[in-house]
């Protein structure tokens, strides 16, 4: 009989979900639900288009219409997911003419996402305050920005920094706030973090640290923001201050929570035989602590939904944990980290030796050689490798990924010490800097 398999979202978590369904029950019949009246476009090139390096918001959209054909998914735009009867294993939908109907399923998978969370700041309801997270979230800040002369970013996360990138890009005078002593709290150390700051600063981006937004200002339409007394001038503010999981309807169904996300076992599967969860409304545990977290990156969402999503259709898969290796570039500064910080590490009470070096991208006499800063955090106790991070003109990308894989594997730092790299002047430096890093945290064991 032909298996129907129902998906809560048409997003990065969704689309995924679908595919890896597909390719495991070339019968099934699969139909993804979402709200918005666009699927599986890409949020994580918002900033972008606001910074003019992508052309349109169309352009994010990652699957033409033609794809849903090919693979044949039903694909339900501009409809709510009301009701999940996991006993009756129906969903209540409404469709954008109002129209209800109640769809049966054998599998269900929940890719609900997440939205921004606003903190509760005075005047955050005014004209011209945004929050980023949808195609229509960026078209109305594009059009703000159109006649705009400065702007406030409330939250010097990846997400904040990114769009406040975009704002010095399109010309307006950009101020960041941050309530927390340094940009980038939760993925960077303090020192890493500071000389992102001065780099972006440099470019021209105003930062003020340490310190809240506490008034956003203005009679209808927003004028400044109100900064531990002083009043900075704004015609848009962008607050990017995180976001929440929707757990609403896993809730009502009986779907079993963490503390901030549908908890699920190795193969995405909820407490509810049946009902798989993945992406930003879905915990994962961390690699390195084993405890559950709310990764919430592009990443994370995809590897956990193909994981669901061939599970869902009666195939075999797991999915065995995350640590929020991430990736930015700012201006002409790459940012990337992997694992725990150390002062995360110190907060999971993990006694940590840590180094940080710098080198080159290329042999130092090679024209365009950029400055490449590594850190490496290990167990104090093991050697193991917890923590990297890394900034750098360039060539940062796929050393992050070279350090996270080493966590993931519990290398040592002397075995990543020992490890052997490539050299050629144009491309990278004959000491490869994870190495040199490596040493550096070696002599601070002995
Ligand atoms: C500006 C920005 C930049 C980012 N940059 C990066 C990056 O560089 N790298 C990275 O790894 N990640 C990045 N991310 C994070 C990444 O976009 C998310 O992790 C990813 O979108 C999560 O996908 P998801 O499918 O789980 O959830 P979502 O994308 O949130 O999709 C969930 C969908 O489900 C819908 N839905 C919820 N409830 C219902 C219901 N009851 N009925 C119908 N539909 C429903 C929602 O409306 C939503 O459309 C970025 C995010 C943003 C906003």
Redesign the pocket.
Known sequence: MTQKIII???????LDAASAARKTDRTAEITL????DKAAY???G??FVLGGHIETFDDLVVFPERFYKMMKLNLLLE????KIDSKEKTVDITYKSGNKETLQYDSLIL?????PFIPPIKGREKNGVFT???IEDGQKINKALETAKSAVIVGAG??GL??AVACLERGLKTTVVEFLPYILPVLLDKAMADHVKVAVEEKGMNIIVGKGAEEILGVDKVTGVRVAGEVIPADVVVVATGVRA?LD?AKDAGVELGRTGIKTNLRMETNIKGIYA????TESIHLVTHRPIMS??????VKQ?KVAGINAAGGYSTFIGAMGS???RLFSTEVGGTGLTEFMAGRSGIETVSAAIVSKTRADYFPGALPIRVKLTVDKETAILIGAQVIGGEEVTQRINVLSLAIQNQMTVYELAKAETCYAPPVSETWEPITLAAEMVIRKLK
């Open positions: 809560i979202g048409a997003h990065a978590a969704g639900i979402t709200k918005e890409s949020r994580c918002l900033p409809t709510i997911v009301t890719t609900t996402g997440a939205d980023v997270r949808t990846l997400i990114e769009v929707n309807l993945a992406g930003d409304c919430q990156l592009g990443t994370t969402a939904a991430w990736i930015t």
